[in-house]
């Protein structure tokens, strides 16, 4: 695609149910990217993707997060059993590669509230 | 480890006038270093970059930016501000010999710039 796609834009959910949000990257992206930004705050690495695999995790916040990505395109962050800490805007973004100094495309984000 | 640090949360000029956004940053070895800003309602767009060379970056929109590696900081100007320049400004370091591809970004400046 032309840009990279986050669904849904917007998500209203109550504490303790699971949530998946999505994201598709730039093709030919081997990169994938997904950060959390807080209310005014900064952003926050969760994780990248090389491919289909993640060689990096460590910004997962807890066991409750986890991404995935298959077809080295679409990939899908998993939040089970949400609580209120959770709710911010999460980004995608993605680069043709992983390794040099690689621009990220970002999403316009999925903003998640927990109530 | 690697961090950036922005120390000012906000920064305001007057139209026409210069401005700075102040970064500075810690890596191992020699880094890459990105500004991106983000405007209201639209996703992070790429500014500029330093991988090497040139100490004096030029990117978009007029901006530029300078690294310094005594000092360790990578500062983004403009020299004559706009009002439409208003949104906010996040710096993002990656060490190239620190063992994973993540790119850290900083708290972010925002930047007002009055008429």
Redesign the interface.
Known sequence: GAGVSQSPSNKVTEKGKDVELRCDPISGHTALYWYRQRLGQGLEFLIYFQGNSAPDKSGLPSDRFSAERTGESVSTLTIQRTQQEDSAVYLCASSLLAAGANVLTFGAGSRLTVL | AQSVA?PEDQVNVAEGNPLTVKCTYSVSGNP?L?W?VQYPN?????LL?Y?TGDNLVKGSYGFEAEFNKSQTSFHLKKPSALVSDSALY?CAV?G?TSG?????????TRLKVLA
Do not use: A, C, E
């Open positions: 922005q890459y990105f991106y639209r996703g992070l767009q790429f970059k991988i996040f990656r190239p994973t591809y993540k790119y850290i970004f900083g708290t972010g």
